[in-house]
């Protein structure tokens, strides 16, 4: 079979639009990758994002801490990483931070609290407020515009409104401001617990720590953190509610309104 030749101008055209074809797809104008997380992003990438309009970095703060035998522990940090990563493709201007898995769980010796129970971590509320700030002046030099806290967590929520106002004083003479968005928690707490009485779920049940109300909001973001058949009979030691009615049906409506809450927070706080 005789091979075809084209004519040289054609041989020629051809390996232009070969050449830029892959200068096109590997060069520096490759398309930066789509995800929210920096963690994701290389240098540049990110630089990259924050010249194009991605100013905001939200902060999941979560915390490491037993919630019973059917909660894992990291719940606090799954949970904030997966609900951060909704609020800034709700924003479309976000990207989303390291989760920070090392909170104010109580007092080590004797120990309170949480740390009662193997696997809690705690650090000093102190050492917990330095990091955020460092963190803060890092997003600032990187070129955000605005650093948000979102908390998942009840105990440390003082301490990201101290910190919030902190930075701000201190970038008092630039554009850059940073924001403790309260009703990220308010939803995913006392707000989800309103929903769940008007369905006729009792307090008891509800609870405030591994119960109906927490159990359910992790089954519809990851279940693979509850060990459905550790659910216990009657709320042990640690367990503040009753989970055995959980589902993820119920958490979803709490996902949905933690979402719809911070993004409307998010840009009522940063005026967009």
């Given at each position: 079979m005789r091979a075809i030749m084209l004519p040289a101008s054609w041989r020629t055209r051809a390996w232009i639009a070969l050449l830029v074809g892959l200068v096109s797809?590997?060069?520096p104008q490759a398309a930066t990758p789509s995800s929210v997380f920096l963690e994701d992003l290389t240098s540049p990438e990110l630089a990259q994002r924050i010249a194009a309009g991605a100013t905001t970095i939200l902060v999941p703060i979560g915390g490491t801490?037993?919630?019973?035998?059917?909660?894992t522990l990291g719940k606090h940090n799954v949970r904030a990483r997966a609900l951060a990563a909704r609020i800034a493709r709700e924003l479309g201007d976000a990207?989303?931070?390291?989760?920070?898995?090392?909170?104010?769980?109580?007092?080590?010796?004797?120990?309170?609290g949480h740390m009662r129970y193997p696997g809690t971590i705690s650090v000093p509320a102190d050492v917990y407020r330095q990091v955020l700030i460092a963190a803060g002046r890092s997003f600032k030099l990187a070129g955000f515009r605005d650093v948000v806290f979102l908390g998942d967590h009840g105990d440390y929520q003082k301490d990201n409104q101290a910190v919030a106002a902190a930075l701000d004083r201190e970038w008092a003479a630039s554009p850059v401001r940073a924001h403790a968005i309260a009703a990220y928690y308010r939803a995913a707490t006392s707000g989800f617990a309103a929903t769940l009485r008007k369905q006729g779920y009792a307090p008891g049940e509800i609870g405030t720590h591994a119960g109906l109300a927490d159990t359910s909001l992790m089954l519809a973001i990851d279940p693979a953190q509850v060990r459905t058949e550790r659910l216990p009979e009657k709320p042990p030691p640690g367990v503040t509610g009753d989970p055995a009615r959980a589902s993820a049906t119920l958490g979803q409506s709490a996902v949905d309104a933690i979402v719809a809450q911070s993004v409307a927070a998010i840009r009522a706080a940063t005026h967009r």
């Open positions: 797809t590997s060069g801490e037993q919630s019973g035998a059917h909660l990207l989303v931070a390291p989760v920070l898995a090392y909170v104010p769980e109580g007092a080590l010796s004797p120990p309170t």
